[in-house]
């Protein structure tokens, strides 16, 4: 079955510093999404890119979809302690139904 | 605002009970996903309904079972709780076209 990997895993940073995390799928995707989880709640969603290439903004986070459409990246300019949470990438499979297959998950930790 | 609600959000119970998750929309959501989450890890996927009376097994091998008889409401039961179902579950709904997913506020459960 499909499967969505992201890396790395967990990050530690200083406040201000940039953080990137990437998102790679074993299948094409018709679009990719990307959701935000606080400690402690659940998953909210934060932006979808449909075309091959297409980078969107928002605010300080940039958000890239591959050429490929396989793989994708979320990066986040001047971190801040609100930025911390859990960071999912999710994606639709293949086969009947199509259902949304999350990606491992980035937990992102911003110390002052 | 998401409309999407889970009952109990925190359950603490004996071995061997028996127990039912709630988990309800009213977005008129066709898919619906039941994730077991411990606290800023992966998501599982453990079940899976992509319209009323269609309900498929995750990639996590869950001992719960769910039902969809209506679309709104998407149950999931434990007919013998353990202390390894102990976990964070969370509900889910997304529109046909795989557009955004909307997740309920979970359910922490604690088996003793």
Known sequence: GQQVMQIPQYQHVQEGEDFTTYCNSSTTLSNIQWYKQRPGGHPVFLIQLVKSGEVKKQKRLTFQFGEAKKNSSLHITATQTTDVGTYFCAGPGTGGGNKLTFGTGTQLKVEL | ?112
């Open chain 2, 1 to 112: 605002e998401a409309d999407i609600y889970q009952t109990p959000r925190y359950l603490v119970i004996g071995t061997g009970k028996k127990i039912t998750l709630e988990c309800s929309q009213t977005m008129g959501h066709d898919k619906m996903y039941w994730y077991q989450q411990d606290p800023g890890m992966e998501l599982h996927l453990i079940h899976y309904s992509y319209g009323v009376n269609s309900t498929e097994k995750g990639d996590l091998s869950s001992e719960s079972t769910v039902s969809r008889i209506r679309t709104e409401h998407f149950p999931l039961t434990l007919e013998s709780a353990r202390p390894s179902h102990t976990s964070q579950y969370l509900c889910a709904s997304s529109g046909f076209q795989n557009t955004e997913a909307f997740f309920g506020q979970g359910t922490r459960l604690t088996v003793v």
